[in-house]
């Protein structure tokens, strides 16, 4: 009916907007918990094994869990799978992004601050600027996989089409799964191809 397909969109988009408002939220908190999982920028060590023990253990629990702790937390509804998904982001750039400071030159980040810039100056005006491009193609890759997980938080209340999934499901009203099976897949094809569109550079080379 057309109410069905209605609640279904509207269902899609709370999905859609849950995995990138989390997305987003892990992804800045990510790239600057990224500076002290950096074993090329932070030279005492007990910080950074602290900050690489607290992600790694974040890492290894799964999205559905920590769902399930943040509705306990802050109740049933949107935010508390944004805030889930949020975390599990977090955890995966903050890692990510600490590797790729590993992999850089850190020539400009020490001229900068061998002048009397402080570290998170120094951090923010080279080191950022350097590794952003690849950062944010990587955060597209999270969110791609966000949206998958996101269509499952609605079992534990956590918001999303995924509540309505487990009721037709129920009902086994199979129509209708498809249907919503069919939209997902839609939402995780459209983040696939700018996941994978050519740069303005690509495009000026061909």
Known sequence: SRRQ???CIRDSIKTVQMSIAGTFIGAVFGLFTAFLYAGNLIKK????IVVRVIVQCVRTIPVLILALVATFIWGLGAAAGTIAIAVSTWAVMARIGGEDIESLTLKPYEAVTAIGAGKFKAFSRTVIIELLPGYLSNSLYVLEA????AAILGYVGAGGIGLLLNEKISWREYS????ILVMLFVAVLVICLLYTSPSPRDRSVS
């Open 146 to 149: 966000n949206i998958r997980h």
């Open 5 to 7: 397909r209605q609640m």
């Open 176 to 179: 209708r799964v498809g249907m």
């Open 45 to 48: 060590p007990y910080v950074r």
